[in-house]
């Protein structure tokens, strides 16, 4: 799924008035068992409260709204679509072993682009460490091939338009803060344990 085409999907959901559901998360509450019970559940209620505020606009927009509320309904609608979105990615990639075999095309995309896999992954987590709330993605240009670890600050600043994001991260502080502090770098590395390389490199198809 590429961000430019969300945006046509964005555009598209508004006017048909889709309602969506959210997606059940709790199997990573077994799966996952170095992240804290009660912090998964609290992100997956922040997770809901983002599909509510979708559906609510969907609603509002399909009423009979003046210029200014129009306006205002289409510049919160971004935000809380990427923030639906992002989250589901990101809970998409997770629960898994957190190994990448060598054979797999992503893999030697990633070595031969950084050198080694360590590096790759050095990389994400210095990009990870940058301050700030937001998201770290691995993206893939299909018609560069190439691959880009970027920070996305907040939901909608610093998307790459025309990339498919692979590995999703989420940094905000309601992700890691009430069991890992400040320290992002166990974060990040507990997450790692626990990514689906198999989710993350179907995205490449």
């Known amino acids: 799924m590429k961000f430019i085409f969300s945006f046509i999907v964005i555009c598209t959901v508004a006017l048909s008035g889709v309602e969506y559901e959210p ?4 199997y990573l509450i077994e799966k ?3 992240i804290d019970k009660k912090l998964q559940k609290i992100h997956f209620k922040l997770y809901q409260g983002y599909v509510a505020n979708v559906n609510k606009l969907n609603q509002l927009l ?5 210029s ?6 289409k510049r919160r609608y971004g935000w809380e679509y990427d923030g639906m979105m992002l989250h589901q990615l990101y809970f998409d990639n997770l629960g898994g072993n ?10 030697k995309k990633i070595v031969k682009q950084f050198g080694s896999f360590a590096k790759w992954k050095d990389d994400v987590i210095r990009t990870a460490l940058v301050r700030g709330i937001g998201w770290v993605i691995l993206y893939w240009d299909s018609e560069t091939d190439e691959l880009t670890n970027a920070w996305i600050q907040e939901h909608a600043l610093g998307l790459l338009a025309t990339n498919t994001p692979l590995l999703v991260i ?4 309601h992700a890691y803060l009430c069991q890992f502090g400040l320290n992002r770098k ?5 997450v790692f344990s626990y990514i689906d390389w198999n989710v993350v490199s179907k995205r490449m198809q």
């Open 186 to 190: 166990q974060y990040m590395d507990t």
């Open 23 to 26: 997606k059940d998360y709790t």
């Open 32 to 34: 996952m068992p170095k």
């Open 98 to 107: 957190g190994r990448l075999g060598k054979n797999r095309i992503l893999y």
């Open 68 to 73: 200014f509320a129009f306006q205002a309904v």
């Open 170 to 173: 989420d940094l905000w502080e």
């Open 62 to 66: 399909e009423s009979d709204l003046d």
